[in-house]
């Protein structure tokens, strides 16, 4: 073919022995030829190299550093081509169906209180102990960041929550306007804990789902307690834990100074002077 731009066609036949049919359907084959070759075989490489996990989108960050400049849809389009797949199961995706919304927001972030047992919140975190999983169950007040009460279960269940509200109230004189507010937890939505708020006429308030900022003091203290005590410490047992923790607690209620200058307990008996 290459001779074709320095002879005529009919010498070129003549000489070749060449029918004028057969050179016109060797020019439209070779019109043919796949202008994806190479990427197809750089295609193939990658997906080889990658034990055969990579599908399309990975395949196209690796197309590109080698320089092709394809998007997502034609590399997707190459590999349907050559047969090729990940091998990797696709996840499946799940839509996070809503949990029953027994109350209303009505905390809604005002992290302040005017006085002592008007808002409290709630939460449960997981802490390891040596290759044990505990759960710990906080209740705090936020007029003076005082933990109320806490429970610690290997079971995170309705018993420790309905414990640490037990706690809570037992130490409490005048629950009178009380609100506690938590997460939409199932725990929170179970019939005892609810009983347990209804014969108290404490209020109920919910985090909207999803939201943890709507409950952003409890994951503070919770990430104070855990760099400050569990962390920085060796544990023995759980039952080495549990005792440390509520030596703890007790540091933390009664002697650790806060941005105000004072602890929880002084805050507290400032305000019943």
Same mark, same amino acid.
């Given at each position: 073919?290459?001779?074709?731009?320095?002879?005529?066609?009919?010498?070129?036949?003549? #000489?070749? +022995? *060449?029918?004028?049919?057969?050179?016109?359907?060797?020019?439209?084959?070779?019109?043919?030829?796949?202008?994806?070759?190479?990427?197809?075989?750089?295609?193939?490489?990658?997906?080889?190299?990658?034990?055969? %996990?990579?599908?399309?989108?990975?395949?196209?960050?690796?197309?590109?550093?080698?320089?092709?400049?394809?998007?997502?849809?034609?590399?997707?389009?190459?590999?349907?081509? =050559?047969?090729?797949?990940?091998?990797?199961?696709?996840?499946?995706?799940?839509?996070?169906?809503? @949990?029953?919304?027994?109350?209303?927001?009505? @905390?809604?972030?005002?992290?302040?209180?005017?006085?002592? $047992?008007?808002?409290?919140? %709630?939460?449960v975190t997981?802490?390891?102990?040596?290759?044990?999983?505990?759960?710990?169950?906080?209740?705090?007040?936020?007029?003076?960041?005082? #933990?109320?009460?806490?429970?610690?279960?290997?079971? +995170?269940?309705?018993?420790?929550?309905?414990?640490?509200?037990?706690?809570?109230?037992?130490?409490?004189?005048?629950?009178?306007?009380?609100?506690?507010?938590?997460?939409?937890?199932?725990?929170?939505?179970?019939?005892?804990?609810r009983k347990? =708020?209804?014969? +108290?006429?404490?209020?109920?308030? *919910?985090?909207?789902?999803?939201? $943890?900022?709507?409950n952003a003091?409890?994951?503070?203290?919770?990430?104070? @307690?855990?760099?400050?005590?569990?962390?920085?410490?060796?544990?023995?047992?759980?039952?080495?834990?549990?005792?440390? =923790?509520?030596?703890?607690?007790?540091?933390?209620? +009664?002697?650790?100074?806060?941005?105000?200058? @004072?602890?929880?307990?002084?805050?507290?008996?400032?305000?019943? #002077?």
């Amino acid at each position: 073919m290459a001779l074709r731009q320095y002879y005529k066609l009919d010498t070129l036949l003549l #000489v070749s +022995n *060449m029918k004028r049919s057969t050179y016109y359907y060797n020019i439209k084959s070779l019109s043919k030829i796949d202008k994806y070759a190479s990427a197809k075989t750089a295609i193939l490489e990658i997906y080889e190299k990658s034990n055969n %996990t990579y599908g399309y989108p990975r395949i196209s960050k690796a197309l590109e550093k080698l320089g092709y400049t394809y998007d997502r849809k034609t590399v997707y389009k190459l590999m349907k081509e =050559l047969k090729i797949s990940s091998i990797i199961r696709i996840k499946r995706r799940y839509k996070r169906g809503k @949990l029953s919304c027994i109350c209303e927001n009505k @905390l809604n972030r005002e992290f302040t209180s005017d006085r002592p $047992c008007l808002k409290w919140v %709630t939460d449960v975190t997981e802490i390891k102990i040596n290759n044990e999983k505990l759960n710990l169950s906080v209740i705090m007040d936020l007029y003076n960041r005082e #933990v109320k009460a806490y429970s610690i279960s290997k079971y +995170n269940n309705e018993d420790m929550v309905i414990d640490s509200l037990k706690q809570a109230i037992d130490k409490t004189k005048d629950l009178t306007g009380l609100m506690i507010h938590s997460d939409q937890g199932i725990l929170y939505q179970a019939n005892q804990f609810r009983k347990l =708020l209804k014969e +108290n006429n404490i209020e109920q308030s *919910m985090s909207r789902r999803g939201n $943890c900022y709507d409950n952003a003091v409890m994951e503070s203290i919770f990430a104070t @307690l855990k760099c400050e005590f569990v962390y920085i410490n060796k544990f023995e047992n759980t039952e080495q834990f549990k005792y440390e =923790l509520e030596k703890y607690i007790d540091f933390y209620n +009664n002697y650790r100074i806060k941005a105000n200058g @004072l602890t929880p307990l002084q805050e507290k008996e400032i305000y019943l #002077v």
